[in-house]
């Protein structure tokens, strides 16, 4: 089985910071593109920022520049280090990894999803 355990979200004021982990773990064999998604009440869940296994990123325009997606493939951890924090980021932030698990016989590739983590952004 795999799983994502997401840590780090929590109440801040505006202007603060924030840094969010998501750590894989299980029977895997590689991990692809790992990301970051959030979702706001009454709104749908969006992509934040992803991340490749080779380490190129993609950010959404409203997160560029105050948001930084990192990745530490020997733990198999994805990082989101979230800086000039303002209200409309205030949602339940998921991470997401693109994970090929089992062994070298049998292989299964499947997206896996985080439980969710708070943030919450004061004025």
């Known amino acids: 089985q795999v799983q994502l355990v997401e840590s780090g979200g929590g109440l801040v004021q505006a202007g603060g910071s924030l840094r969010l982990s998501c750590a894989a773990s299980g029977s895997i064999f590689s991990i692809n593109d790992m990301g970051w998604y959030r979702q706001a009440p009454g709104k749908q869940r969006e992509l934040v920022a992803s991340i490749t296994s080779g380490g190129r990123t993609n950010y959404a325009d409203s997160v560029k520049g105050r948001l930084t997606i990192s990745r530490d493939n020997a733990k198999n951890t994805v990082y989101l280090q979230m800086n000039s924090l303002k209200p409309e980021d205030t949602a339940v932030y998921y991470c997401?990894?693109?994970?090929?698990?089992?062994?070298?016989?049998?292989?299964?590739?499947?997206?896996?999803w985080g439980q969710g983590t708070q943030v919450t952004v004061s004025s």
């Open positions: 997401f990894a693109d994970i090929t698990s089992g062994t070298v016989i049998s292989k299964r590739r499947s997206g896996y």
